[in-house]
């Protein structure tokens, strides 16, 4: 691979915009420009970094992940939940290395969780522009429509979807990383000098480390890519690249989950942790209706009204399918992939023309009913949210549709310059922007909810406050009602994850939520739990707890049946909440009243 700083210009004709032409200069310009987007149509100079953007269901479980890294350095157990036993994800494999040493580095800095999980989202935007320009300049766009559409790619729906609640998804910066070594080996271009070998390996260990869908996919494009190669050639040796580059992302995979495979090697298998169903890949398959349909918000009514007569009339589920709206630039060049099959014309890019196959076999892959279904059924579950390949399909359609653009341009040698290039960039971006947010200006996605935001997280910070100034050190908490970990449904109008909110305040606190699924802490809570209250009390007093946590929200009567039993027990009225949603009992006195019973008998 020649090193080579990509300027602004194609086919020798430059175009100075005053920018070093150095790469780094490049890539820094991008991230600070991808910044100053985000930062205006969010306006992100309106909310306090501290209280996270989203404080609900899976981002709560995202804020607990930076917090167990916090207090003890990675996210394989943690002491301080799944009480009487511990949280351990070893029956839950996750291979997130890269992501946990980037939440590390941050917390040299901080140890508040809420900013570090908003800072690593913020950062998710230009790290995405940083890798989509790198790609596409390779693939022959120059910089400046290169950076447009990197912006673009940056600022997808499907980002704003991910958001905070799958914030590592919302990460999405080794797509473009994994598209170019597939076109690489799809056009047998791959240079196996000493530094390009450490490149391509460090990008497919990079891809390993940073979650099993991306990386599936990637492996997938991949091997699609060998098996061009090899049909272009006739030649079996042109599928070597791809196959030591898929067994570089596995084996990576494989480290960043050896704690899960040593523990299922010595322990037997525990079914209940990681539930996967076939029909899942049909439920969170690809639906390419949902893929170009506007936005539900689209100020265009007759847009807005094509999209909820679809939602109302589809005979799929209402949360089938869980993609998001390509927006209008990346539906126009999703369709032109599709179009552009029928054709060999000689003014198409090889890498266009490459793009286009990979187009079609990730809609073959993650359809509904495709063949990712396929795989589901005769293969494995495990993978079932085929249409988060939809990012993937995203960049193809940019890429494409940013190319034809610029040799539309190209056509016209006039329009070929500087001057109208810097016209040209900030309309596609602006049109860009607008369309895929449905004809808004700003996205509110950030600062729209961090009100309610503010005023719940202070109520829940105050509430365990109060509790840890009550209780000793290292206390356990028995927290109600009882619900599976990880990922369970509502509970009433308990979401999941919410009862890891007392632990996201709490410093020197035991809880009980956060038990794996299946494992015997887990077995014991939910046997507890059922009992009569006053035989609850007794055996959490037996086992060492020294309070009960309740959500108010988790029961259909507001736990008000169980707060009179449990008043009437303890002969104690419980804290409540500011907001009135979590009430918590110290068992302290009960425990001494029975040893006083104990030693007068």
Sequence with gaps: MKNVSYPISRAGFLLRTGISTHPYYQYLFAALASLAVIFLVTSLWKVNLHYPFAYAADSI???????????????????????????????????????YLLIRVLALFTHDPSLILNIFYILSFPLVTATSLFVMQRIGLNYILALTASILFAMAPYHFSRFEYHLFLSS??????????????????????????????????????????????????????????????????????????????VAAGAINVAPSIIHKLKNPPNPEALIRHQSDSENYGLNIMKLLLPSEDNRLTNLSKLNQHFYKSSVLPADSGEVKRLGLYASIGFLLLLFLLLFESQFLNEKIRNLTKFNIFA?????????????????????????????????????????????????????????????????????????????????????????????????????????????PANSMVFQLPYTRFPEYTTVYNMTDYELLKAYLHSQHLRWSYGAMAGEAADHWQKEVSGLPTPLLVNQLVHSGFEGIYINRKGYPDNADQLEEQLTSILKSNPIQSR???????????????????????
């Excluded at 916090?70 to 009487?84: E, H, Q, R, V």
């Excluded at 001057?419 to 996205?443: C, D, E, K």
Aim: proline fraction near 4%; include cysteine.
């Design 61 to 99: 479980s995202s804020e607990t992940v930076i917090k167990t890294i916090i207090d003890t350095g990675w996210n394989n157990t943690n002491p301080y939940l799944g009480l009487p036993g511990h949280y351990d994800m070893a029956d839950y494999p996750i291979a997130e290395g890269f992501h």
């Design 172 to 249: 999405y910066y080794t797509i473009p990383l994994s598209t170019w070594l597939a076109l690489l080996i799809a056009d047998q271009e791959m240079k196996f000098s000493k530094k390009e070998a450490i490149l391509y390996v460090v990008i497919a260990v990079l891809i390993g480390s940073s979650g099993v869908y991306y990386a599936y996919f990637a492996s997938f494009f991949i091997f699609i890519a060998g098996l061009i190669a090899v049909c272009k050639s006739k030649k079996a040796k042109c599928f070597y690249p791809a196959a030591v580059l898929v067994s570089i992302i």
């Design 363 to 471: 809609v073959l892959l993650g359809t509904i009913g495709g063949f990712g279904t396929l795989i589901a059924y005769t293969i494995s579950p495990m993978i079932r949210c085929y249409g988060r390949i939809s990012i993937f399909i995203a960049f193809f359609s940019l890429t494409a549709l940013f190319y034809l653009i610029q040799q539309l341009i190209e056509k016209f040698p006039r329009l070929n310059n500087l001057y109208f290039m810097l016209i040209l960039a900030p309309i596609l971006l602006l049109s860009g922007w607008v369309t895929q947010n449905g004809f808004h200006f700003r996205n509110h996605r950030i600062d729209g909810n961090q009100p309610s935001i503010i005023r719940e997280f202070d109520s829940d910070r105050e509430f365990v406050q109060k509790i840890e100034q009550i209780l």
């Design 579 to 601: 907001n009135g949603d979590l009430i918590f009992y110290d068992l302290r006195s009960y425990r001494g009243n029975l040893q006083q019973e104990k030693e007068g008998t």
